[in-house]
């Protein structure tokens, strides 16, 4: 097989990573299958830079996923799954970069400070009676999730706290 065939084939493959649904790891796992052993696939013998962009597609996603739950103007889209779904997808991020040795570093900086604008604006919009509170998990749930991305509670803003409905979901 040609070496352009076979970075085309890496190329498409990791476009459908990067563009998949709800978990992506799925996705890689379903690619590789497809690029090394069904018998309908290519056949390919891939390397670990060559696998590399796949994995990378599998970052990339879980981030727009957890954007897309961090940015205010989605809370009354369809799209939205709120804080609750951001938090697993954080921590399913989390495992699959340590599982893979892959550095979050940008992806963590990232979501801390959308995390930060996210709390900043909805406190504003509930104290300002425009909304209600979306936040639909525990105030212990984004204490962990601030914590894991390397904010303290003085990092966030005052009055956060009140946003959740409930101590424990």
């Known amino acids: 097989m040609k070496d352009l065939d076979k970075k085309a084939y890496i190329a498409e493959e990791a476009f459908m990573v990067l563009h998949s649904g709800e978990i992506p790891e799925i996705v890689l796992h379903s690619s590789l299958y497809y690029l090394t052993e069904d018998p309908d696939g290519p056949g390919l013998e891939l390397n ?10 599998v ?14 103007k989605n809370r009354d889209k369809g799209i939205y799954r709120g804080l609750a779904r951001c938090v697993v997808n954080w921590q399913r991020l989390l495992r699959f970069c340590s599982r893979e040795s892959l550095d979050f ?12 604008r996210f709390l900043q604006q909805e406190l504003a ?8 509170s979306s936040i639909n998990c525990s105030r212990a749930e984004i204490e962990k999730l601030a914590d894991s991305l390397g904010l303290s509670m003085d990092d966030l803003p005052e009055g956060w706290k ?4 409930e101590e424990e979901t």
């Open 48 to 57: 670990a830079d060559e696998i590399l962009p796949l994995k990378q597609g």
């Open 105 to 116: 570093t940008a992806a963590r900086t990232e979501t801390a400070a959308a995390l930060q």
């Open 59 to 72: 970052v990339k996603r879980y981030q727009e996923i957890i954007l897309r739950d961090l940015e205010p």
């Open 125 to 132: 919009d509930v104290q300002s009676k425009k909304r209600s």
């Open 162 to 165: 009140g946003l959740c409905s």
